[in-house]
C-alpha cells in the first residue's frame, strides 16, 4: 500500500478563466465576482459595500464568450462563469434634486417638476432587463407618467440603487431618484398613518417616559446588571 | 453663373425618409395649407427646394422646430411626396448629431402641462 | 356584452378622467364591455417618421404586443383607444409592421422578452365602433336628453382624420361627429377649420403659437357656437389655453370644450359618469335655448 503525498490527495480545485480589465486570470469555480477579484489580489476600496446584495455599491457588466449580450449584476451575488469579461462600476454619475416634500403633491406633476427627463422614455425596457433585483423598472416609470404613484411605490420597493438602469437608459434618466422621490410622497401622503406610533410619539413628548428614563440611567453598573438579569423575557 | 447642384443632402433625407423630394414641382399646396406657415421663417416648399439643390441653411431654419407633424402638407400634395416625413428627417439630422432643441429644466411651470403635451415635445424636439 | 381590448394612453387616467368615465358609460350602455389591457405603456403621442429606424415603434408595438396576449383569452381582436393621438400612433405603426418585415422582424428580435408581433391586432378609435359596430341609428334609439338644437362645433384635430393609413373618415371633408351631433339632437355647425392643427406640442415651448393658432381657429365661429366638441386630450388642453387668451385678449365669450363621449353621456341620460359640472353646464345651457325659441 502506497502513500499518497499530500499533493495527490489534495482535492483539485476546478479553475476557470476570468477577465479582469481585459486580463485573464484562472480562479476557482463557485467564487462570486466579489470574492475572485480578490483571490486574484485585488484589494477593492471602491465598488464594495455591504456584500450582501443589499447596497447596490458592487455593480458589475460582463460578457461572456461567443455570447453578444451584456450581462448585468451585483458583484457579491453573482457567481462568475468560464470565459466572462468583466468590468466594475465604482460610480453612477447622478445629480439628485433638492426639493421640500412638505411642499409636494403625490401626482405626476410634483415628479415632473424636478425630474422632466421622465418624459423622454420611449419604452425600450433596456432598464428593466439590466436590474439585479428584478425590480420592473420601465413599469415603475410608465405608472409615474400615469400619475399613478401608489404603483410605482410598491413596483420599486427593492430598488437598491444600484445605477445600472441609468447607465442603459437612452433617455437618460436616474431612475432611482426619481423611485426615491416616489416612494417618499407615497410614504407621506398616501400611506395609511399608524395610529399607534402617533400616539406613542405624542406619549414621548409629553414626557410620559421621562422620569422611568431618568432613574435608569442614574442606576449605575450594579443597578443594570440587576435589571437585565431579571427581565421579562418569553417562554 | 451655373451654381452646383449637390445631391448629399436630398439623398440623406431619402435614406432617412424614404422620400424623393425631386418629386416636388413647387406648386405650393403644402405651405399653403400649413397652420403654422405664418410663424415660420422658411414655407414648407421653400425648405423642400433648398433640400432639392443641397442648401444646408435648410437645416437651420426655425421652420422644421415648428412643424406640428400635423400631416395636412403630406395627405395635400399633388405628387404625393410625405412632406411631414421631409420635415422629419430634417430634424433627424440634427437630432441624431446629439443636439437637443427642447430644454426641459428650462419649461416654466412644467407641472402645469397635461403629460401628453410633455411627452410630445419630447419626442419630436430631443433626440 | 361583447368585449373589446381597451388601451386608455397616459392621459386619460390622469388630465382626462372625465373622457374616460363617460365612455365607460356609454360603452355599458350600448352593450360593450371595455376590457382594460394590463401593463399598458404610454405610446409616445407622435408618431415616429423615420423610415430606417424602428426605435420610436418600440413603445407602440410593445402595446400592441399586449393587445395579442389579451386578444387570445377575449377571442376578439380589435384594440379600441380613445385618445386620437394614441389611436394614430397604434394604427400608423400597426399598419408599417404589416408592410416592411424588415421592421417587424428588428422590433421583434429587439423585444425579446416579449412574444413576437404576429400583425393581428386591429386597432379602432371608439367613434369608428359607435359607427360600424353599433351604428349611429341603434344610438338614436337610446337618447332620451336630446340637445334640443344647441349649437355644437366638432373639432377633429390632426390625427383622427390623417394620414391617410389611419384615418377613420375623409381629411378634407369629415362627417362623422356632425353625424353623431345630429343622432343626439344638437345643431352641428358648419366649421370650416374643424380639421385644422391646434399646434400640438408647439404649446411646450412655444405658448403664443398655439394662443394665435386657436384664435385663428375660432375666429369664424366664436359668435354663434355654444360647445366645441374634441377627440383629444392635447387639443383640449390647447382649445382651452387659446379660448382663455382669446377672452382676455379681444373679448369673446366663455366657449366649453368638452369630449364628445360628454355629450354623448348626457344625451343618453348617464349621469352617474359624468361630472356634475358639466351636467349643469348643459342644462343651462338647453333652459337658455329653450328661452330663445319661446320668444314670440
Request: proline share 4%.
Amino acid at each position: 500500500m502506497s502513500l499518497k503525498t499530500i499533493e495527490e490527495t489534495k482535492p483539485k480545485l476546478k479553475m476557470v478563466s476570468i477577465y479582469i480589465m481585459g486580463k485573464e486570470y484562472k480562479v476557482p469555480a463557485g467564487l462570486t465576482i466579489l470574492k475572485a477579484m480578490e483571490y486574484v489580489g485585488y484589494r477593492l476600496i471602491r465598488g464594495v459595500g455591504c456584500r450582501a446584495g443589499f447596497c447596490g455599491a458592487c455593480s458589475t457588466v460582463y460578457r461572456l464568450k461567443g455570447d453578444y449580450r451584456l450581462y448585468t449584476g451585483l458583484a457579491c451575488q453573482t457567481t462568475i462563469k468560464d470565459g466572462m469579461y468583466l468590468v466594475q462600476l465604482p460610480f453612477v454619475p447622478a445629480k439628485k434634486q433638492i426639493y421640500n416634500i412638505d411642499e409636494l403633491k403625490p401626482d405626476f406633476a410634483s415628479v415632473v417638476k424636478y425630474y422632466p427627463e421622465i418624459t423622454r422614455c420611449v419604452q425600450c425596457n433596456s432598464c428593466t432587463k439590466v436590474c439585479p433585483q428584478d425590480v420592473q423598472v420601465m413599469d415603475a416609470i410608465q405608472a409615474i407618467l400615469r400619475g399613478d404613484i401608489e404603483k410605482a411605490a410598491h413596483l420599486t420597493f427593492d430598488c437598491i440603487a444600484c445605477g445600472l438602469c441609468s447607465m442603459r437608459c437612452p433617455a437618460e434618466i436616474v431612475h432611482y431618484n426619481v423611485f426615491q422621490l416616489v416612494r417618499r410622497l407615497y410614504g407621506k401622503y398616501i400611506a395609511k398613518k399608524s395610529k399607534h406610533l402617533e400616539e406613542r410619539l405624542k406619549e414621548i413628548e409629553e414626557g410620559k417616559f421621562r422620569e422611568e428614563l431618568d432613574r435608569l440611567v442614574r442606576a449605575g453598573p450594579e443597578e443594570w446588571k440587576k435589571l437585565y438579569a431579571e427581565r421579562e423575557i418569553e417562554p | 453663373m451655373i451654381r452646383k447642384i449637390d445631391m448629399e443632402l436630398a439623398k440623406k433625407v431619402f435614406e432617412i425618409s424614404g422620400q424623393n423630394v425631386y418629386l416636388c414641382y413647387q406648386c405650393g399646396k403644402c405651405s399653403a395649407g400649413c397652420p403654422v406657415a405664418t410663424e415660420m421663417d422658411l414655407l414648407p416648399n421653400q425648405i423642400i427646394h433648398m433640400v432639392q439643390i443641397g442648401n444646408e441653411k435648410a437645416l437651420e431654419a426655425k421652420s422644421i422646430w415648428i412643424c406640428a407633424t400635423c400631416f395636412t402638407c403630406s395627405v395635400r400634395c399633388p405628387r404625393g411626396l410625405d412632406v411631414a416625413k421631409v420635415m422629419e428627417a430634417l430634424r433627424l439630422i440634427i437630432l441624431r448629431r446629439g443636439i437637443y432643441k427642447l430644454d426641459l429644466r428650462k419649461i416654466k411651470d412644467i407641472d402645469k402641462y397635461p403629460q401628453i403635451a410633455l411627452v410630445g415635445a419630447s419626442r419630436k424636439l430631443t433626440g | 356584452m361583447k368585449k373589446f381590448m381597451y388601451m386608455p394612453g397616459c392621459s386619460l387616467k390622469n388630465y382626462a378622467t372625465n373622457y374616460e368615465k363617460s365612455a365607460i358609460g356609454i360603452a355599458k350602455k350600448l352593450g360593450i364591455e371595455l376590457v382594460e389591457l394590463e401593463r399598458w405603456n404610454c405610446c409616445g403621442v407622435v408618431y415616429g417618421l423615420a423610415s430606417d429606424s424602428v426605435f420610436h415603434q418600440i413603445a407602440a408595438v410593445r402595446n400592441l404586443i399586449r393587445a395579442q396576449e389579451t386578444s387570445k383569452n377575449l377571442g376578439n381582436n380589435k384594440l379600441v383607444t380613445l385618445c386620437s393621438m394614441c389611436y394614430q400612433v397604434l394604427a400608423s405603426a400597426n399598419h408599417r409592421i404589416k408592410n416592411d418585415e424588415q421592421a417587424l422582424e428588428a422590433l421583434n428580435k429587439f423585444m425579446d422578452e416579449e412574444e413576437d408581433y404576429r400583425g393581428e391586432i386591429e386597432v379602432k378609435h371608439f367613434l369608428a365602433i359607435l359607427r360600424d359596430e353599433i351604428g349611429f341609428d341603434k344610438i338614436k334609439e337610446k337618447i332620451v336628453r336630446p340637445l334640443k338644437n344647441l349649437n355644437i362645433a366638432p373639432y377633429y384635430g390632426c390625427v383622427l382624420v390623417r394620414p391617410k393609413e389611419a384615418a377613420i373618415d375623409d381629411p378634407e371633408d369629415p362627417i362623422i361627429l356632425e353625424t353623431l351631433i345630429e343622432t343626439i339632437g344638437g345643431n352641428p355647425i358648419y366649421w370650416p377649420f374643424r380639421t385644422d392643427c391646434c399646434g400640438s406640442y408647439n404649446v411646450v415651448s412655444n405658448q403664443d403659437i398655439v394662443k394665435k393658432r386657436v384664435w385663428n381657429l375660432i375666429k369664424p365661429i366664436r359668435d354663434e357656437v355654444d360647445i366645441i366638441i374634441t377627440v383629444c386630450p392635447l387639443c383640449k388642453f390647447n382649445l382651452d389655453l387659446g379660448i382663455d387668451f382669446a377672452k382676455k385678449e379681444y373679448y369673446i365669450k366663455n366657449i366649453p370644450v368638452l369630449y364628445f363621449t360628454e355629450i354623448l353621456a348626457y344625451a343618453l341620460g348617464l349621469d352617474e359618469y359624468l361630472d356634475s359640472s358639466i351636467i349643469n353646464l348643459l342644462e343651462n345651457m338647453i333652459k337658455k335655448e329653450e328661452v330663445k325659441t319661446h320668444v314670440p
